[in-house]
């Protein structure tokens, strides 16, 4: 079990905790307002708490993983 949180604490780096906040600030600023757009008001809000939990749960784990 040990080494499977030292290889996921190892893949887990800055840069791809700044590509996981790109992905939810994309879908903030690009996906919702298209969906909402086009009248999907279930889909965006779908994407807005998608886009919210990508940002705080990389954090999350980011910082977890700087802890253990």
């Known amino acids: 079990m040990n080494f499977i949180i030292e290889n996921l604490k190892d893949l887990f780096?800055?840069?791809?905790?700044?590509l996981f906040i790109f992905i939810g600030v994309f879908l903030l600023l690009v996906d919702v307002p298209?969906?909402?757009?086009?009248?999907?008001d279930r889909e965006a809000l779908m994407a807005k708490l998608l886009g919210y939990a990508y940002i705080a749960g990389s954090i999350a784990v980011y910082f977890m993983?700087?802890?253990?």
């Open 13 to 18: 780096t800055l840069p791809i905790l700044f």
């Open 34 to 40: 298209l969906l909402k757009r086009k009248k999907y």
């Open 65 to 68: 993983f700087q802890i253990i």
